[in-house]
């Protein structure tokens, strides 16, 4: 068995440590179902629930009738305060 | 438990829950618990035409598992109080890893 350095791993942050960066900053969140979130984040946890204020919801929305011809819609939603649960959630991300 | 609590202090308002399944139900909040599961009070679905199923229902209890998101009233929000005890609740998970 390989030797195992001990104690050196204790300055490694952590992944939420980018989200807990990203507090009272814009954040874009993708989530699954084909949407997306745009807003100031204002909470989280590490289930990553999260909420949001001033948010744009995208849904993206594949026609694809004809065989070829594949079309994206989007349908925009705006909510001034947002709960989303976080078994939703696919990823985080600043915006700048 | 951050949730959890944040919930509570939104009991009596009034919210809309949007479920994985598209429906969105608008009800005062009268309980919840640590798994997010919803009791709502007065609720009815938003576009009950699209739903007639549901048109006669109340009050009702929500699964958490099954809600995509909640819209809640900014004016409920104390969002310095929420960065606050987000922040707080980050550094104490980070301490209780090491």
């Known amino acids: 068995m390989a030797d195992v350095e001990v104690g050196v791993a204790t300055e490694v942050p952590e992944p939420l440590e980018l989200v807990r960066l990203c507090v009272d900053e814009v954040v874009i969140v993708k989530l699954r179902g084909d949407r997306e979130l745009k807003g100031r984040l204002h909470a989280y946890d590490s289930h990553l629930n999260l909420v949001l204020g001033d948010v744009e919801e995208t849904i993206y929305i594949v026609d694809d009738e004809d065989e070829d011809v594949e079309s994206v819609r989007t349908i925009k939603k705006q909510s001034e305060m947002l709960f989303v649960r976080g078994d939703s959630v696919v990823l985080v991300s600043p915006t700048r | ?98």
């Open chain 2, 1 to 98: 438990m951050l949730f959890f609590s944040f919930f509570k202090t939104l009991v009596d308002h009034e919210i809309t829950v949007e479920l994985k399944n598209e429906i969105c139900i608008r009800g005062t909040l009268k309980s919840v618990d640590q798994f997010l599961n919803m009791k709502l009070d007065n609720a009815g679905v938003v576009e009950d035409v699209r739903w007639p199923h549901l048109v006669s229902t109340k009050d009702l209890f929500i699964r958490g598992s099954v809600v995509r998101y909640v819209h809640l009233p900014s004016s409920a929000v104390d969002t310095q109080l929420l960065e606050d005890a987000t922040r707080r609740e980050a550094e104490a998970a980070k301490n209780k890893a090491k």
